[in-house]
């Protein structure tokens, strides 16, 4: 974990955070020879909606008052040689990665825009079985062949089940079998961060003019398929 920094209006870190993330009292970590090899720690539960959809990303969670941040924000932190104890939070506005060096040699501050909770909005790029948008290779042929290591040397690499029956699989708006690997889900928020494609999440009086739109709309829509049948 990060000693936790705040924006101004949050100065009482730990209660304003332990309010604004959601917060854990167990998890189960790695082996201590991993922990000891890994350049940082970070965890990897995504959030399901209420009928069982991914669409949001917890990008933050806390213990006490200190911040843990997701896989793939440490992933693209790591990449940009962003300090994780530099990442400002700003519930309900956005997370701010400054000064983030990307390999054409440009500097930029990314703000990641999030909910209340510090969730972002997955903009998914496409199907998992779409290898154009990431590639896909056998873990078995990996460890094979050095042909395919050499391959991956200096390349964002990450590490999951996807073999049909895995239980770490979740439906999305976009997939049509309804189960996608959720280790592309990782990958979604990581190429959102580097590209810098997000989506704006639903907040506050924002969140509840769409419901009433949506309401309305389908109140009308209703009305009108009523005369129509008459």
């Known amino acids: 974990g990060n000693a936790l920094e705040t924006q101004d209006q949050q100065e009482a870190a730990a209660s304003t955070l332990t309010t604004a993330f959601k917060s854990f009292t167990y998890a189960k970590t790695p082996l201590v020879r991993f922990c000891l090899a890994s350049t940082a720690s970070s965890y990897f539960s995504v959030q399901k909606d209420f009928d069982g959809a991914v669409r949001h990303y917890p990008l933050v969670t806390v213990r006490g008052d200190r911040a843990f941040f997701c896989m793939g924000l440490v ?5 940009l040689n962003v300090p994780l104890k530099s990442i400002r939070l700003c ?3 956005f997370i701010l990665l400054p000064g983030a060096q990307f390999p054409d040699g440009v500097t930029k501050d990314i703000k990641i825009p999030v909910d209340e909770r510090g969730r972002m909005v997955i903009n998914w790029v496409g199907r998992f079985k779409n290898t154009a948008i990431f590639k896909h290779y056998s873990f078995n042929k990996v460890l094979e062949s050095p042909e395919y290591r050499n391959e991956l040397k200096g390349k964002l690499v990450l590490i999951g089940f996807t073999a049909t029956g895995s239980h770490d699989v979740a439906p999305n708006p976009f997939e049509e079998e309804g189960n ?9 928020v990581l190429n959102s961060i ?3 494609s997000f989506l704006q999440p639903e907040i506050g009086i924002r969140r509840h003019l769409n419901i009433i739109v949506i ?3 389908a109140m009308l829509m ?6 129509l049948s008459q």
């Open 91 to 93: 519930p309900g506005k």
């Open 194 to 196: 580097l590209t810098q």
């Open 215 to 217: 309401c309305v709309t």
């Open 180 to 188: 996608y690997p959720l280790v592309g889900a990782h990958a979604n």
């Open 222 to 227: 209703a009305l009108g398929t009523g005369f």
């Open 75 to 79: 992933m693209a932190c790591h990449y």
